[in-house]
Nanobody, 124 residues
Framework: VQLQASGGGLVQTGGSLKISCLVS????????MGWFRQAPGKEREFVAA?????YYKESVKGRFTVSRDNAKNTMYLQMNSLKPEDTAVYYC?????????????????????WGQGTLVTVSS
């Protein structure tokens, strides 16, 4: 099973970027998929996920949209109105389970599969 994140890059404050996570060797159509990020010197944090519904970190609500195309086995994160504090390595994650509690989405320890990161840099 491989999760491959791509699409990161350098963008100015207020700009937009769409990153992708391509899954190969497995299907998570009945499970959960999500995005975490890790800024330099900080712990990895939850950003967004798609499961029983969609879930977002409070600071990205209204700016970020998570979606997935099961036919293409790909998850996306559309990021608008980007801010310098959004600068981080973004990781995609997945699990075969459908989480029952919203708090499970927020905890990186609940996720079994991880992809490599893609760097998003927002310049001020």
């Amino acid at each position: 099973v491989q999760l491959q994140a791509s699409g990161g890059g350098l963008v100015q404050t207020g700009g937009s970027l769409k990153i992708s996570c391509l899954v190969s060797g497995h299907s998570f159509s009945r499970g959960v998929m999500g995005w975490f990020r890790q800024a330099p010197g900080k712990e990895r944090e939850f950003v967004a996920a798609d499961g029983r519904g969609t879930y977002y970190k409070e600071s990205v609500k209204g700016r970020f949209t998570v979606s997935r195309d099961n036919a293409k086995n790909t998850m996306y994160l559309q990021m608008n109105s980007l801010k310098p504090e959004d600068t981080a390595v973004y990781y995609c994650a997945a699990d075969d389970r459908m989480f029952n509690s919203r708090y499970q989405y927020f905890q990186s320890s609940q996720w079994y599969y991880w992809g490599q990161g893609t760097l998003v840099t927002v310049s001020s």
